[in-house]
């Protein structure tokens, strides 16, 4: 059996598979329960001055018969003492010396806040600290979360006031709630940053009610934005974790977050630089026990694959990964339709008709049958007929020799340019 053990910037974890610092980590029992269950870890439900929250403060976003497809809270960070929080969190770690525990924080951008409670979490055990820049709601009004993590500056500077006194190691967790990642990512480093954690929320709004006009959730008639996340947010979670990890300035490990439910979303994180990774919204759906699969998948998928250790995946697609500018043009697919296989439901020749290149042709066989043909002088291998196709394996992308070298876009202006230069002509 593959070696499942992590290690995250000095944070050793007997599998990948965290809980985030959310709903189920608010308590002791919580956490104590979810390592019973085969979790490697958990980022303790955020740590500051106790808040009170609203009620009723989650929502969620149904798609397509699937229910919870995306998640929105405006809950806020722990409405429990600090002391009662600590004294649990020693408790925990007492009880499960191997496994992972991390406490959230937040607090006031000022360096005294920062290494109060800095000391006094780690007095009590924690393996690392996790400085949340992310929460877009509630505490942002308060000048923290986003409010802070918007600002690589301040970023910066609370990272440097945590790193100055802390002696575990420091995860900064970051918003996405913002233009380029990377920028807040890099300034994260030089503060000190021994990893990164990404992503937090999304600011949304889940809904409103047709025939109330209320919000959803709405408190009392009134409602406010909150923080998306679930399945639904995994694309974007996926990319900014693609993009830092690809970043020569960054270089720190990576926990990766943001609607990651099964074995296969760990796998594609992983490859893509997360050391490990943080869930939240699925234990929310089905409960901890839904880790006893994951660790099954993932260890059966690691033993196929020949890996002696989840370790061998990280980073394995990053350069995979790369601008627009830098991708073929001349590199060829076509769809291809497998009568065999085919309901001739016709979703593809109308989606390609109605919305894209309409290259598929509706004829009739020598046996009189319906049939769907591809044109495939005129196909763009845009991919769409095969993704509204129902039916597996009824049509296949499929790559073509078409005799051109290769040319992405960047070496043509560099090649026109080059001529340009040659020639001596003016480009217009």
């Not at 301040?154 to 002696?167: I, M, P, R």
């Not at 399945?231 to 993009?243: D, R, S």
């Not at 296989?341 to 016709?346: D, S, T, V, Y």
Request: hydrophobic residues 40%; negative net charge; charged residues 20%.
């Amino acid at each position: 059996m593959a070696d499942l053990s992590t290690n995250l910037a000095g944070i050793r974890s007997p599998n990948p598979f965290w809980l985030a610092s959310a709903p189920p980590t608010n308590t002791g029992y919580q956490v104590q329960r979810a390592f019973e269950a085969g979790w490697g870890g958990a980022v303790w439900k955020t740590l500051g001055d106790p808040i009170i929250n609203t009620s009723s403060r989650f929502a969620a976003v149904s798609f397509n018969g699937q229910r919870v497809a995306g998640f929105n809270n405006i809950e806020l960070i722990t409405d429990r003492p600090l002391d009662v929080n600590l004294k649990e969190i020693y408790e925990t770690k007492k009880r499960f010396p191997n496994h992972a525990i991390i406490a959230s924080l937040m607090v006031e951008p000022k360096q005294e806040k920062w290494h109060e409670i800095v000391k006094r979490v780690e007095d009590v055990g924690v393996d690392g600290l996790e400085l949340n820049f992310g929460c877009p709601h509630g505490m942002a009004e308060r000048g923290m979360g986003a409010a802070s993590g918007q600002q690589p500056d301040l970023v910066e500077a609370q990272t440097h006031w945590a790193k100055e006194v802390a002696t575990t190691p420091v995860i900064v967790k970051l918003t996405p709630n913002i233009t380029d990642i990377t920028v807040v990512a890099r300034h994260a480093v030089r503060g000190g940053a021994d990893a990164i954690s990404m992503i937090n929320t999304i600011n949304s709004l889940a809904g409103v009610d047709i025939h109330t006009w209320n919000t959803i959730p709405h408190v009392g008639g009134q409602g406010a934005h909150g923080g998306y996340c679930g399945p639904a947010v995994k694309p974007i979670a996926l990319n900014m974790v693609a993009e830092c990890a690809r970043h020569a300035d960054i270089g720190v490990p990576i926990s990766g977050i943001g609607g990651i439910s099964t074995w296969q979303d760990v796998v594609e994180f992983m490859l893509m630089g997360a050391t490990g990774v943080q869930v939240c919204t699925a234990v929310m759906h089905h409960g901890f026990r839904i880790v006893e699969d994951m660790i099954d998948g993932l260890s059966n998928y690691l033993d196929e694959k020949g890996l002696a250790s989840v370790e061998e995946l990280i980073g394995r697609s990053v350069q995979k990964y790369s601008n627009w500018g830098d991708l073929n043009l001349n590199y060829q697919v076509v769809a291809r339709i497998n009568e065999d296989n085919c309901i001739n439901c016709n979703k593809c020749h109308i989606a390609c008709e109605d919305a894209s290149h309409q290259c598929i042709d509706m004829l009739t066989n020598a046996d009189g049958k319906s049939v769907l043909q591809v044109r495939e002088e005129d196909c763009v291998g845009c991919n769409l007929c095969s993704i509204v196709c129902p039916v597996d394996g009824a049509i296949d992308m499929v790559a073509i020799e078409n005799d051109l070298p290769p040319m992405t876009w960047n070496e043509r202006q560099r090649t026109i340019a080059s001529l340009n230069d040659a020639y001596n002509v003016e480009v217009m």
